[in-house]
């Protein structure tokens, strides 16, 4: 079945540092790339997503890449703060099914 | 995004009884989901709610366990029925497609309704 794995699973960068999370999806005809934030006991929140038709995006201090060839996307987030700590998912849409998998999730952990 | 609640918040429920949890949103969507993330885990479909026609349902879920209505656009229930304390979770609504706004493939949860079942 369709799948998205995601690595690590855990990452512990110092402040100021830059942190990057990655996911290969199975897919090959999906074209939609969301990524969610979840600080402890809140919900998931989106913080940026990517196209198919776009190689990257960035938001000030985040940004995304996709590799459509090699079916891998990911998150990278410079100059981190303390407040950038929380579990990230990535998602993939199915081409098939029109829902979003999601991959395992990664807990950052920024240092002060 | 829109702006989505859910009620209860949280909830401890005794065995063998059911829970009905609502999801609210303040402009009409096109899709509504309802998920389940277990402490420390990534986030698990249950089903999509459909207007005006039954849920349709992930494997693993089945519809006398998890009952979902969808009366309108802006408003879903998600029951959880004859709990046990396996189903102990946090149970996320989420929507997709502001008519409105325009938007599409862009999905956004509610706060969650965390339960705990004795």
């Known amino acids: 079945g369709e799948n998205v794995e995601q690595h690590p699973s855990t990452l512990s960068v110092q402040e100021g540092d830059s942190a990057v999370i990655k996911c290969t999806y199975s897919d090959s005809a999906s074209n939609y790339f969301p990524w969610y934030k979840q600080e402890l006991g809140k919900r998931p929140q989106l913080i940026i997503d990517i196209r198919s038709n776009v190689g990257e995006k960035k938001d000030q201090r985040i940004a995304v890449t996709l590799n459509k060839t090699a079916k891998h996307f990911s998150l990278h987030i410079t100059e981190t703060q303390p407040e950038d700590s929380a579990v990230y998912f990535c998602a993939a849409l199915s081409s098939n099914t029109g829902k979003l998998i999601f991959g395992q999730g990664t807990t950052l952990q920024v240092k002060p | 995004s829109a702006v989505i609640s859910q009620k209860p918040s949280r909830d401890i429920c005794q065995r063998g009884t059911s829970l009905t949890i609502q999801c609210q949103v303040d402009?009409?969507?096109?899709?509504m989901f309802w998920y389940r993330q277990q402490p420390g885990q990534s986030l698990t479909l249950i089903a999509t709610a459909n207007q005006g026609s039954e849920a349709t349902y992930e494997s693993g879920f089945v519809i006398d366990k998890f009952p979902i209505s969808r009366p309108n656009l802006t408003f879903s229930t998600l029951t959880v029925s004859n709990m046990s304390p396996e189903d102990s979770s946090i149970y996320l609504c989420?929507?997709?497609?502001?008519?409105?706004?325009?938007?599409?493939?862009?999905?956004?949860f509610g706060p969650g309704t965390r339960l705990t079942v004795l």
């Open positions: 989420s929507v997709e497609g502001d008519i409105v706004a325009g938007s599409y493939n862009e999905q956004f």
């Open positions: 402009s009409q969507v096109t899709m």
